[in-house]
């Protein structure tokens, strides 16, 4: 999906144009936020439409949207059971380079994880997409 539009917008780097997505742009300010995260795939679930296994909790954070009119969407780590909502720190984005579609890495208080857990916990979905973790 490229981005188009109020999706994107160039700035300028040092001299370079860089192309940043609105989706990234929503999900900085929630780093080392506390959040509520409501688990609409729980641990253990299929992808409604290309049936592949949630391998850890996905959800959103209620209350504002992403650029794709739904709500921010959250990995939840660290919990090893299924959940229908809970709460947690923001301590990543998973930025996809070329799909405006961020993702919050959410952990229960006190947990921490390096960038080589998060990718390996969520290879099974984002193994499809050009990503990178920002802190």
């Known amino acids: 999906m490229a981005l188009v539009g109020a999706d994107a917008r160039r700035i300028s780097v040092r001299g370079a144009s860089k192309l940043v997505s609105r989706s990234l742009e929503l999900a900085r300010p929630f780093l080392g936020r506390v959040v509520v995260v409501v688990v609409?795939?729980?641990?253990g679930s299929r992808?409604?439409?290309?049936?592949?296994?949630?391998e850890v909790n996905y959800g959103y954070v209620p209350g504002m949207l992403a650029p794709d009119g739904e709500a921010l969407d959250a990995y939840v780590l660290g919990v090893v059971e299924?959940?229908?909502?809970?709460?947690?720190?923001?301590?990543?984005?998973?930025?996809?380079?070329?799909?405006?579609?961020?993702?919050?890495?959410?952990?229960?208080?006190?947990?921490?994880?390096?960038?080589?857990d998060i990718?390996?916990?969520?290879?099974?979905?984002?193994?499809f997409f050009s990503t990178r973790i920002v802190r």
Request: net charge negative.
């Open 47 to 54: 992808h409604p439409r290309h049936g592949f296994l949630y």
């Open 40 to 43: 609409d795939r729980p641990l």
């Open 82 to 116: 299924p959940l229908s909502r809970t709460e947690g720190v923001v301590i990543a984005i998973i930025h996809r380079c070329e799909d405006d579609d961020d993702k919050r890495v959410v952990v229960p208080e006190g947990v921490t994880l390096s960038d080589a």
């Open 119 to 127: 990718t390996a916990a969520v290879r099974f979905q984002e193994q």
